[in-house]
Each structure stands twice: as structure tokens, then as C-alpha cells.
């Protein structure tokens, strides 16, 4: 089997479960002291003490990049994880930079401190009024005429086929998913900062300033973009990706499709995942092993032994 490795977009995580991990797990305790160093402060502590009604804290970002790491390096070691291909939609994409080896674990994990940091500050005074929405099973052919009564929006992410994100007015959401509703619809989530829409051109200015800091390398194996669909050896397009990201929607069936133009069958996902491992564009054309904080706290049973 041809494997690809996908490191997942940030979703909600249970704080205590994270924790855990960073602090017992064999492989994360290893990359919590890189990172520690890397920092120049005690990331466990600065997760426990961050909001805890804020997913996008810096201390969970890095948190959640960490175990990421620690949990592709351990797929790899113990459940035999080969992978010839790398995805990283997304938030994910740092994680993807860091295990191909285009950046340094410890130029990595400042990097997404850094953007965490940059991408508050911008949102906190720019674009207030705009949220990311998503939700599911609404068929593309409905879609059209939810967002012709909106002022404005933006398609954000196509994740699978009655799966969107859309960015809109935060004014105009309360209707929206009232409408969604109506068409038998169903709302998961709504993101606040906003994200991948192309009215976000001032933080992709910023965002280029941040990375003109970091220097890029060839990854060791591909990594194919979650935009397009591209596959991307080059540090220059990886740069591009990077940055084009604030911009640009996910468009996740597309990096399906070219997963399995390359032959791919297997997707290990590594990282808390609560989407891309579940969606049908993911489990109709992959076997997939899901490699998250759960699977990787459950201790092995031991065998049992019957007295004679």
C-alpha cells in the first residue's frame, strides 16, 4: 500500500487529554523539552494556565503542534507507519513543514507561536464583524441559493461534497443557519478569528514579514497542498502555500484527488482529529488509521495467562 501522512486542521481539543500526553507519552515528552528550549518558557504550564474557552490561545496551538509531531513519530516507531506522501490542511501545514523537514522542529514551533501571535493581534482590530461557519449536508446544487440573500460572503473550504465553509457577515449568521436548517441542513461550528478568505490580504502581509524570518528546505518527501491539490517539492511554493493559506480556501476533495492519482490508498491522520478522518471524501477512498491522543494514551493490554 501507497501511505500519505495527513496532519489535520486545528479543531477543538480536550485540554486535560493534551496535557496528559505532553507530559507522560514517551514521544511527546521528548518534543515538549525541544520545545520548551525553542520557546524559552514551560509550554505545559502555559497551556494549563491559557483560557479555556479559547482554542486558538498560543500555548494550545504549540500544544497541538507538539503532539502532532509526537504522534507521527510514533506512528512511525510503533504501529508502523510508512508514509510517502505528506498533507496539511490548514493549521496542519506547520506540522507538515516541521515532519518533511522543510523547517527545524525548534524553528517550527516558534514560528507557530509566532503566527498565533500575529493573527490575534491583526484580528482583534480588523474584520471583526466576519465569521467562518461550517456546516454539513447541504448538497453543492442547494448551496447557491443559501448565499444569494447574504451581503456578502466567501466559500472558505470545500471538505467534502455537502460539507463547506463559509465566511460571512457575523451579523448575518443567526439567519444563515436558520436557512441551513431549513434545507435539512445541520451547523457544526462557527470560527472566530475568521479564516481563508481572500478580504484577508492585511494578515497575509504581516504573516510574509513573519516568515521572511525562517528559511525553508526541500522537504524529504512531497507534500501535496490542501488548496489545489499541487504537489510541492520546492521551498519557494511551500513559502507561497504557507502564506496563501489566510487567503485561500480549503479544498480538500481536490487534495483527495490527487492523493489518489499518486497511487495513495492509506491516510495516517496524526493529531486530535475530529473531521478530516470522518469525512466521505476520507473514508471512501483511503483505509484510514486514525492516530490520536485516545489511541495513543490507551495502554496495551497484557496477554492473559490461564494456570494449568
Known sequence: ????????????????????????????????????????????????????????????????FVACLALAEWAEERLGAAPEYCVGPSFGERAALAYTGALPFADAVRLV???????????????RDIVTHSFVRVPAERLDALLADLEWHEISGRLDADFHMVS??????A???AAISAVGGYSMYTMRPPA???????????????????TLSAPRMPIVSYQDGAVLTDPQALRTSLLDGFVRPIRWIEAVRSLREL???????????????????????????????????VRPRRPSTTSG
Not at 113 to 127: G, K, S
Not at 168 to 173: G, I, Q
Not at 280 to 295: M, Q, Y
Open 196 to 214: 481563508h478568505a481572500s478580504l484577508f490580504t492585511g494578515v497575509r502581509a504581516q504573516m510574509e514579514q513573519v516568515c521572511a524570518q525562517y
Open 168 to 173: 460571512l457577515r457575523e451579523a448575518e449568521l
Open 175 to 177: 439567519g444563515f443557519k
Open 263 to 297: 497511487g495513495v490508498d492509506r491516510l495516517w491522520v496524526a493529531g486530535p482529529d475530529a473531521m478530516f478522518s470522518r469525512l466521505r471524501a476520507t473514508a471512501d477512498n483511503f483505509d484510514v488509521e486514525l492516530c490520536d491522543l485516545r489511541r495513543a494514551l
Open 113 to 127: 507561536d509566532e503566527i498565533a501571535r500575529v493573527e490575534r493581534r491583526y484580528f482583534a482590530t480588523e474584520h
Open 1 to 64: 500500500m501507497t501511505a500519505a501522512i495527513v496532519f489535520p486542521a486545528l479543531s477543538p481539543v480536550r485540554r486535560n487529554d493534551l496535557g496528559t500526553f505532553l507530559m507522560i507519552h514517551p514521544f511527546a515528552r521528548r518534543r515538549l523539552a525541544e520545545a520548551d528550549d525553542a520557546l524559552g518558557y514551560h509550554l505545559a504550564d502555559a497551556l494549563a494556565d491559557a483560557p479555556p474557552d479559547d482554542d486558538y490561545a498560543e500555548p494550545v496551538q504549540v500544544a497541538v
